[in-house]
């Protein structure tokens, strides 16, 4: 049994970071024969990632995926700790669970994995209470999926084996991907910047890159299977390379990913302080790299965003948003949080104020939500709950305004869209431009998995309508 510590979590070794290569357990081979799993994943998109090799290492145990969780034998959540909310979501889906089991599937083997598996008092918690839950697991150490699986399987004692020291990086972890033309990447892990409010630091550790040939080998295979799009993943991707002893950074990567010539790629997410003209350039230069960029401000009160330890102050974003704007047809997006401890109103129409200066093309907008273990949760904060969901309400009134007017300056006019297949509407298929918007449109099905001119002919606020023209 192996707990997390938050102590050791919060550690960052000079230690170098090795790479490992995955090497299948031959005891845990056959384990699940005439088996089915499921698993369900909240969170961000290295978590969904991360189900695709959970997913990949079931099947090569002898799993076959189950289309629900009430069919399944073994289900995995695979957690994220963010924000109270995602907390509460795992937890009520593990009362479900439990009712499963009790009620009608008494052999039903339940895992929890994920940033909710580096928590202390998550894994207490469990110990305690949910001795129905039969492994758990971390972010360090999903290789070892099929040695704790079949120690669940021969002890049928409760297994936990969470590492909090950051682990090594693991190569050759198989997978399966969820999209058959998009891709994520995984180009570094866990974070350094400890923004006072952010787990992210304590749940996924020390900022580790992957070596570029380990990814460019990765793309380059993405491409001769066919795939039309990859996504460079990372928490603060712009940070690549800081922890090698050359100088070969994001910028150069980028290039390198984009001189595969895979018809498109993104990255994500983007930390202001580490976004270099040079990436601006590179952007620029490859039509390739799509012209969308996540750049989360959090806040437009630089008070706050001191207190938030983002090191950079409202004016300093505004100058990098400005020469982003530059990529032609660019598309910016945000992330920002009201309610921060000691957010008075004058901060929040600050933050107003910077929303109605960057019109950003989409956000993502959030309560704070005290992370117990991270400097902001110690805070004091006198801002009643009601206060804070007043500022959030006319928050989000304001960016989806903008993003009305974001997708309505296509209208009439011709975008690229990769079409993944059928729409949620009837008749329609639906794909994402190159700005990552989603489009519904009239086409044929042999446009499916082909990237293709599509007229806007309607726009809202959360997608467009469209028109297929002929095929490029
Ligand atoms: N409370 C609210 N929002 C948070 N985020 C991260 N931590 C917290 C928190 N404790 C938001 C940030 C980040 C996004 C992924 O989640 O805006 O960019
Ligand atoms: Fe969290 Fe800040 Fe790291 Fe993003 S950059 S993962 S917000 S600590």
Same mark, same amino acid.
């Given at each position: 049994m192996q707990l997390p510590d938050y102590k050791e979590a919060r550690k960052r070794s000079k230690e170098e970071i090795k790479k490992e290569y995955y090497v299948f357990d031959q005891d845990a081979a056959n384990i699940g024969l005439n088996k089915t799993y499921f698993v369900k994943t909240y969170g961000c998109q290295m978590n969904e990632h991360d189900s695709e090799n959970i997913k990949a290492m079931l099947e090569e145990l002898g799993f076959t995926e189950a289309e629900e969780q009430e069919k399944a034998d073994l289900v995995i959540l695979n957690t994220c700790s963010i924000r109270e909310n995602a907390h509460n979501k795992a937890f009520g889906m593990l009362g479900r669970l439990k009712h499963l089991k009790t009620e009608s599937n008494k052999n039903l083997v339940i895992g929890l994995c994920g940033c909710m598996a580096q928590e202390e008092k998550v894994v207490q918690d469990i110990m305690k209470k949910y001795k129905y839950v039969n492994f758990v697991f971390g972010t360090h150490n999903i290789h070892r999926l099929p040695y704790i699986l079949n120690e669940a399987f021969k002890t049928k004692k409760q297994v936990i084996e969470v590492f909090s020291k950051e682990g090594n990086i693991t190569e050759g972890i198989p997978v399966k991907r969820a999209n058959k033309y998009k891709a994520f990447v995984n180009i570094m892990y866990g974070c350094d910047k400890f923004c006072t409010y952010c787990i992210v630091p304590f749940t996924r550790g020390k900022q580790r890159s992957r070596d570029k040939d380990d990814i460019l080998k990765e793309v380059n295979k993405l491409v001769k299977e066919g795939y039309l799009e990859v996504t460079l993943l %990372?928490? *603060? $991707?712009? =940070?690549? %390379?800081?922890? /090698? &002893? *050359?100088?070969?950074?994001m910028e150069n990567l980028l290039e390198d990913v984009a001189k595969t010539n895979i018809p498109r790629v993104r990255f994500m997410t983007s930390h202001p302080w580490d976004f270099t003209d040079g990436m601006i350039e590179v952007i620029k230069k490859y039509?390739?790299?799509? #012209?969308?960029v996540h750049l989360p $401000?959090?806040? %437009?009160?630089s008070r706050v965003l001191k207190l938030m330890g983002r090191k950079y102050s409202k004016e300093e974003y505004i100058e990098l948003f400005d020469k982003l704007r530059t990529i032609p047809n660019v598309c910016i997006s945000t992330d920002i949080i009201v309610g /921060? #401890?000691?957010?008075?109103e004058q901060d929040f129409e600050e933050t107003l104020d910077l929303v109605n200066y960057c019109k950003f093309d989409n956000a993502y907008t959030f309560i704070f939500s005290p992370r117990e %273990?991270? #400097? =902001? =949760?110690k805070l004091e904060d006198k801002t009643t709950l009601k206060e804070k969901e007043e500022r959030l309400y006319k928050l989000n009134d304001i960016v989806n305004k903008y993003f009305l007017e974001s997708n309505q300056k296509l209208l009439g006019k011709e975008v690229d869209v990769l079409v993944e297949g059928h729409s949620e509407k009837e008749g329609l298929l639906c794909g994402y431009t190159d700005t990552n918007k989603l489009i519904n449109f009239e086409g &044929? *099905?042999?446009?499916?998995g082909k990237i293709i001119k599509v007229e806007v002919t309607d726009a809202k606020t959360w997608s467009l309508d469209g028109k297929a023209k002929d095929t490029k």
């Open positions: %990372g928490q *603060n $991707v712009n =940070a690549y %390379g800081k922890d /090698f &002893d *050359n100088d070969y950074r039509p390739n790299i799509m #012209p969308s $401000v959090q806040s %437009g009160s /921060f #401890p000691s957010e008075e %273990g991270t #400097p =902001a =949760a &044929d *099905n042999s446009l499916i």
